[in-house]
């Protein structure tokens, strides 16, 4: 506890040179600006032998310079919210601490750790895991083969031209004109293209700059053939257009 009521440690803000970013912190009034600096290359990275330290309020008024490494911190007057700027005299460039894409990586080849036990490619292997349970993996690969066999009888049964009307569980129907059926490159399976009588879609016939069919922007989508139930539906007139 501090004699003069001063309290012990000081919020401020760090801002540095060589950094866009600024970092509240707490520090003990008690320490050298020589072993504040020390502190201060966790935040900013600078080296401390290369650190000028400049104190400004909270208003970012400039007060004085930090320039006696001897002196405490707490002999400054410097108190919660003020900004402490620390300007780097290493000859670092702007912005050289925040660009991780210069760091270099560490890159373990794959045969050494194939090798490694203490890793998660060991620990699924003992414990036959996803990919290294064969049994599994053939059971999931026999249920997607039989699920897209279902999927393209069911799509087998629907036509480029025929109305229908898509039923999606927690959404109301819709009703359009099949305008696709069958494989697409956005998603694995069946796919039905639809236009929809008004713009209840998403697209316009188009996903990821391939064109599946043509119609208006927000009236094309794409969904599951169980979803899709094809009869002679009269087209559904939603009042969209209607003037107020």
């Known amino acids: 506890m501090s004699v003069t009521g001063t309290p012990a440690v000081v919020s401020v803000s760090i801002s540095s040179s060589l950094n866009s970013f600024r970092a509240l912190k707490r520090y003990a009034r008690g ?7 020390c502190k201060l290359e966790l935040v900013v990275g600078s080296p401390a032998s290369c650190m000028d330290l400049e104190l400004y309020t909270s208003e970012d008024k400039f007060v004085m310079k930090l320039d006696s490494d ?11 919210g003020c900004r402490i700027h620390v300007i780097d005299r290493s000859g670092a460039t702007i912005g050289e601490y925040e660009d991780v894409s210069r760091v270099e ?20 292997k003992r414990s036959k895991l996803g990919q290294y349970n064969k049994e599994e993996m053939q059971k999931k690969e026999a249920e997607h083969e039989q699920k897209l066999v279902e999927e393209k009888a069911l799509a087998e049964t629907i036509s ?8 999606s569980s927690g959404q109301p129907s819709k009703r ?4 696709y059926v069958g494989l697409t490159e956005f998603k694995p399976g ?13 697209h316009d016939g188009s996903v990821s700059g391939k ?5 208006q922007p927000k009236y094309g989508a794409f969904v599951k053939p169980q979803y ?17």
């Open 31 to 37: 320490l050298t600006i020589a072993e504040f600096k």
């Open 70 to 80: 001897e002196s405490l911190l707490g002999s400054y007057p410097i108190d919660d």
């Open 105 to 124: 990586k560490f890159k373990l080849p794959d045969s050494e750790y194939e090798k490694r036990t203490d890793t998660a490619r060991s620990f699924m």
């Open 160 to 167: 480029v031209g025929a109305r229908c009307e898509v039923r």
């Open 176 to 179: 359009g004109t099949v305008m």
């Open 190 to 202: 069946y796919w039905i293209g639809i236009k929809y009588d008004e713009p209840l879609g998403k």
């Open 211 to 215: 064109q599946y069919f043509e119609c």
């Open 228 to 244: 899709v139930t094809v009869g002679d539906f009269p087209e559904d007139d939603y009042g969209l257009d209607d003037e107020m």
